[in-house]
T-cell receptor, first 116, second 112 residues
Framework: AQKVTQAQTEISVVEKEDVTLDCVYE???????LFWYKQPPSGELVFLIR??????QNEISGRYSWNFQKSTSSFNFTITASQVVDSAVYFC?????????????FGKGTRLHILP | DVKVTQSSRYLVKRTGEKVFLECVQD?????MFWYRQDPGLGLRLIYF???????EKGDIPEGYSVSREKKERFSLILESASTNQTSMYLC???????????FGSGTRLTVV
């Protein structure tokens, strides 16, 4: 069965610290896609990244980086030198290619507080 | 700029009222979804639709119905609003789930 687990419900760090948000997934499919979304206080979920199961290269985008490890079924998200604007709820999600109903499975989210 | 638009950001309704939440997308997406978001429970799928006039139940459809008369519009209906339906409601659309969803800004509904 497909499942996404974000074990960290809430994290608080002081501004400029690095922080890693954990995501562990379960799937039987060999072809799947992983996502991270950010939900700021305004409410809209904003797409951050999409990764397919055949691409295990880590990705960096500015202060954001993602570590995809199939061996541990994890897709962790690190924010370097955090800023107050990074305060949000972050969702990890999974979509399986074999699952043709097009549903994405979301984790329950991690609420991140960046303290000034 | 592609968009999913939810008609109201904040809504207050009385118990027993019939409530309509509207969602419109301009991306010609086939698939549309309604979620509710509650603290500690994450996003829970209420209903989804793959095509006009088609609808499928999600994980928590009780107390809700939907309507999709046009491809771009997906409405969520609370037949008789109750206080336990106070929540944040999020609409999303997609061309294919493997490319992810585009979300609206959400409607925060309070039922009093």
């Amino acid at each position: 069965a497909q499942k996404v687990t974000q074990a960290q419900t809430e994290i608080s760090v002081v501004e400029k610290e690095d922080v890693t948000l954990d995501c562990v997934y379960e799937t039987r499919d060999t072809t799947y896609y992983l996502f991270w979304y950010k939900q700021p206080p305004s409410g809209e979920l904003v797409f951050l990244i999409r990764r397919n199961s055949f691409d295990e290269q880590n990705e960096i985008s500015g202060r954001y980086s993602w570590n995809f490890q199939k061996s541990t079924s994890s897709f962790n998200f690190t924010i370097t030198a955090s800023q107050v604007v990074d305060s949000a709820v972050y969702f990890c999600a999974l979509s399986e290619e074999a699952n043709r109903d097009d549903k994405i499975i979301f984790g329950k989210g991690t609420r991140l507080h960046i303290l000034p | 700029d592609v968009k999913v638009t939810q008609s109201s950001r904040y809504l207050v309704k009385r118990t027993g009222e019939k409530v309509f939440l509207e969602c419109v997308q301009d991306m010609d997406h086939e698939n549309m979804f309604w979620y509710r978001q509650d603290p500690g429970l994450g996003l829970r799928l209420i209903y989804f639709s793959y095509d006009v006039k088609m609808k499928e139940k999600g994980d928590i459809p009780e107390g809700y119905s939907v309507s999709r008369e046009k491809k771009e519009r997906f409405s969520l209906i609370l037949e008789s609003a109750s206080t336990n339906q106070t929540s944040m409601y999020l609409c999303a659309s997609s061309w294919d789930g493997i490319y992810g969803y585009t979300f609206g800004s959400g409607t925060r509904l309070t039922v009093v």
